[in-house]
C-alpha cells in the first residue's frame, strides 16, 4: 500500500537472511546512505534479525541500488518520483531517476518482507511504480494541541512508509503561535502558553523530513484565527484591547489589514519564517476569516468605502494581493485556503480546497493550481472507505479539459487537533491516512474498498514497527480507563463503538483553553473506524445474501452476539468503580439488548418462521435509541442487527 502503478509476479522468492547487503552502483549522496542505513534497521526491527552489515559488491549484493542523480538539494514539486524495482531469487535491484524513487522502492522492499517455510523473503517480481500526483500531504494542526517532535518524527516515519511527500505544518492559529521567532519575541513567548519549536529544532526537523523524501510546508494562518498573533502584538487587531492567551468561547480575532502597520510587520515575519523554511511553498491561511471585528470597526468600514470595495470580501482579496507580493519577494510561492480564491491574485498562488470539492473546479478553471482537501478530513472520524471513495479528478473536476486538469496537484489530509493528545493522534491518523495515501499515489482505477481493507489491516500492524502507536497505545488507555489489568470486558464494547462523526462532539471549544480538557474518555479510545463492526458487517451481508442458508457466516454471528450479550456482566462492575465509565454504562446495556434481539431474530431466520409485528416495532425502538450517540460514541453493530431484525420480521404485505 499504496498500489503499485504496474506489477508483474516472478517465480520464486528471494530469502532475506542475517548475510542481506545492499550496494549502491551509480550516484550516491547522503541522503540516499541515510535512508539505506535506516532501511537496514528497519529491516532488522521487522526481521528481529541482527544483520551482518558486511560490505557487499554489485555483483554479490542482495539488493543492489542505481541512482542517476541525487535529486534537488531542495525537494521540489516536480521532481521524478519513480522507480523499479526487480526482484529475483538471487537479487534485487533497485534503479531511479533519483533518491526520491529509492526512498520510495525501499519502502516497497520493506513490504513485500514476508514469513515463509523457508524463512523472511521478498517474491520474485517486477514493480515500475510511479506516483498519479505529485503533492501528497498530510496537515498536522500543533496549535490546538501542541505536539512534541517525538511525535511528529513517527508520523513522517508513518508517511514516508506510504510514500506520502509533504507535511503541512499548521503553525499558528487562534489557540497558538507555535515558531520561536527572533524578530518578534512575544508571539511564542506570549502567544504559544510556553509551546513552541525553537528555530533550531524547526531546522533539524526540516532536514529529518528531507531525509525521508517529505517537503515541509509551513502555515501561518492571517488574517483570521489569528489570536495567538495580537496576544503579544495587540495593535495589529480590528479591535483596541488586550488579547490574553488563549481562544476564548466566541472569540474573534481578525487582523487589522487597513493600516500599513500591519504590513510592516507581515512583511518581516514573512521573511524571517521563509528563511527558516526551505521549501518554495507558504501557507498563508485565509479561511474563515469572521466578519465581526471588521464591521465593528468603522475605521475598517470607511477604508472598504473609501477604495470603492464591495465588501470584507474585497478587503481580504486587498490583503491577498498584498500578502502575495510580500510572500513572493521573500522567494515563495503563496498557498491559502479556498476563501483567497479571487480573480485579482497572481495565477501561481495555489489554492487549497477544503469547503467543497467544486472550488477546485473553479480555481483550476481560472488557470489557479490546486489541492484536494474536502473529503480527507481525519477529524471527522469517518471510515477509511468513505476518503478512499474521493478522488481529486472527480465531480467538477472531472469535466476539466487536460489543461486544466493538470493544474491539481494532489491533495492533503487533515489532522485538525482540536480532540488529540500526543497520546491519541496516532490513532486518528492511522491507519486511516494509507487509503488517502493510495488515492494520491495509486492509478485512478485502484478502488476496490475489500481490497483497501485487506492491505489496509495487513499495513496497519506493520506501521506498529516505525514506532507509531496507533495499536499500542490502545490497551494502556483502556487500563487507564477501567484502572485494572483485564479490561477484556471493556474492550469487547470498545471494539464495537466509533466516536460519533463529523464536528459533532459535545465540549466544542471550552473555555478554559481547549488544551485543558482531558482527553481520557472511552471516545477518546475509541477506533475511528471499528473493525469489528465492519468485520460483523460483512458475516451479516454473507448471511442474507445465502437466503441464510451460510452456516458458517450464521456460526460466526451467533458467536459474537453471545459474547456481547454476557459481556456485561463482567463490565458492569468495571464501569461503577471509575468515573471515567459510568457515562458509557446505557452503550453496554444496549449491546446486550440488541445482541438478544439479533439472536432471536438469527432463530426465526435459521428455523424459516417470521416474528410478528410488535416485536418488529419493539425490536427497531431499541435499535433507534442505540444508534443515537451516547457518551460521544455509537455502536457500530446496530445497523448490521437492524438489518437482522429487519429480515427475520418482514412487514406484512399489504393487499
Ligand atoms: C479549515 O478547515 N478551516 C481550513
Known sequence: MPVPAKLQMGSGQLVIDQLFTVAVNGARDARLDSGISRFLDQLSRQTGMPLLKQPADTAKASLVIHCENAGRKIQELSEDEAYTLEVTPTQATLTAPNTLGALHGLQTFLQLIEVTPAGFA??????????????????????????PLDVMRRNLDGMAALKMNVLHWHLSDDEGFRVESRKFPKLHEMGSQGQYYTQAEIRE????????????????????????????????????GTYPPGRVAGDAT???????????????????????????????????????????????????????????????????????????????????????????????????????????????????????SNGYYLDLM??????????????????????????????????????????????????????????????????????????????????????????????????????????????????????TKDYTRSEVFPQPPVQSVSLNRLVDAARPESATARHFAEL???????????????????????????????????????FLLTEDLPLSEDLVTLSAA?????????????????????????????????????IMIAPSIQKMIEAASPPASHP
Open 205 to 240: 526537523f526540516v532536514s529529518y523530513a528531507r531525509d525521508r523524501g517529505i517537503r515541509v510546508v509551513p502555515e501561518f494562518e492571517m488574517p483570521g484565527h489569528s489570536r495567538s498573533i495580537v496576544v503579544g502584538y495587540p495593535d495589529l487587531a480590528s479591535q483596541p
Open 382 to 499: 469517518w471510515p477509511a472507505a468513505r476518503h478512499y471513495a474521493v478522488d481529486p479528478m472527480s465531480g467538477a473536476a472531472a469535466a476539466l479539459t487536460p489543461e486544466e486538469a493538470k493544474l491539481i496537484l494532489g491533495g492533503e489530509a487533515c489532522m485538525w487537533a482540536e480532540y488529540i493528545t500526543p497520546e491519541t493522534i496516532d490513532s486518528r491518523i492511522w491507519p486511516r491516512l494509507a487509503p488517502i495515501a493510495e488515492r494520491f499515489w495509486s492509478p485512478q482505477n485502484v478502488t476496490d474498498p475489500k481490497s483497501m481493507y485487506q492491505r489496509l489491516d495487513e499495513i496497519s500492524w506493520r506501521l506498529g514497527w516505525l514506532g507509531l502507536t496507533h495499536e499500542s497505545n490502545y490497551l494502556p488507555m483502556l487500563r487507564r480507563l477501567a484502572g485494572a489489568e483485564d479490561v477484556r470486558s471493556l474492550r469487547v464494547l470498545a471494539d464495537a463503538v466509533e466516536p
Open 122 to 147: 521478498v517474491p520474485a517480481l517486477t514493480i515500475q511504480d510511479q506516483p498519479r500526483f505529485a503533492w501528497r500531504g498530510l496537515l498536522i494542526d500543533v496549535c490546538r494541541h501542541f505536539l
Open 540 to 578: 451479516v451481508g454473507s448471511f442474507v445474501a445465502s437466503g441464510y442458508k451460510d452456516s458458517a457466516s450464521e456460526a460466526q454471528i451467533r458467536a459474537w452476539l453471545v459474547k456481547w450479550q454476557g459481556n456485561h456482566t463482567n463490565l458492569k462492575p468495571l464501569m461503577e468503580r471509575s
Open 254 to 372: 481578525a487582523l487589522d489589514v487597513t493600516q500599513e502597520k500591519t504590513y510592516k510587520f507581515l512583511d518581516k515575519l514573512i521573511e524571517e519564517m521563509a528563511g527558516l523554511f526551505p521549501d518554495a511553498y507558504f501557507h498563508i491561511g485565509g479561511d474563515e476569516v469572521d466578519d465581526k471585528p471588521w464591521n465593528s470597526n468603522p475605521k475598517i468600514q470607511e477604508f472598504i468605502h473609501a477604495h470603492g470595495m464591495k465588501d470584507n470580501r474585497d478587503l481580504q482579496a486587498y490583503f491577498n494581493k498584498r500578502l502575495e507580493r510580500m510572500v513572493s519577494k521573500h522567494g515563495k510561492i503563496m498557498m491559502g485556503w479556498d476563501e483567497i480564491l479571487h480573480p485579482d491574485l497572481p495565477k501561481n498562488v495555489v489554492v487549497q480546497s477544503w469547503r467543497g470539492q467544486e472550488s477546485l473546479a473553479a480555481a483550476a478553471k481560472q488557470g489557479y493550481r490546486g489541492l484536494l
Open 598 to 634: 439479533c439472536l432471536q431474530a438469527i432463530d426465526a431466520l435459521a428455523k424459516n418462521q417470521t416474528l410478528p409485528d410488535s416485536w418488529r416495532t419493539e425490536q427497531l425502538a431499541v435499535v433507534e435509541r442505540s444508534m443515537k450517540p451516547r457518551a460521544n460514541l455509537l
